[in-house]
């Protein structure tokens, strides 16, 4: 710890020896080692607890990284969902009999097409609004309390400043 050698150390008993006295060093020796060991527990404490405040910053850390990239995550599956749902339905209107790509609206048929549109505009518009619900869920951070939170305070005083 410190750069002292046995002589240095000998010249300091020596002048301690001049200075208190032979009845009354054995005593200051002694109260001088107890303050010595306080100072050396504190300081390790202290040491100890820094050590352990900055490993739990780091698992929170981790713990919050891992909570988004399994938001990320099922964001991505419910998307994929959606798509399969998407181009299953698409297939389904493909193959289907009264689909003809080039038939014109003067045609006989026009009420069956007319039909056939309908549903593929429905089935859009669901569509649609499953990507924009995947969308919410992608771009409003509801996992994250601080977020929630502080959207909760807005409603709150969005509510009062209607009121």
Request: negative net charge; aromatic residues 4%; glycine residues 4%.
């Amino acid at each position: 710890m410190f750069n002292i050698h046995s002589t240095e150390i000998l010249l300091i008993l020596i002048v301690a020896l001049i200075v208190i006295g032979p009845e009354r060093l054995p005593a200051a020796v002694k109260t001088a080692g107890l303050w010595i060991g306080r100072f050396r527990r504190s300081f390790y404490k202290v040491k100890a607890e820094i050590e352990r405040e900055l490993n739990t910053d780091e698992i929170r850390r981790q713990l919050h990284n891992e909570s988004v990239l399994a938001q990320i995550d099922e964001a991505k599956a419910k998307v994929e969902s959606v798509a399969k749902d998407t181009e299953t339905s698409v297939n389904k209107l493909v193959n289907t009999d009264n689909f003809d790509p080039g038939a014109s609206k003067a045609t006989d048929q026009q009420s069956a097409d007319d039909a056939a549109d309908k549903s593929i505009q429905e089935e859009l518009k669901e569509v649609s609004d499953q990507v924009e619900d995947v969308a919410k869920e992608i771009y409003e951070p509801a996992g994250n309390p601080k977020v929630a939170e502080d959207n909760s305070v807005k409603e709150v005083k969005q509510d009062d400043a209607v009121s």
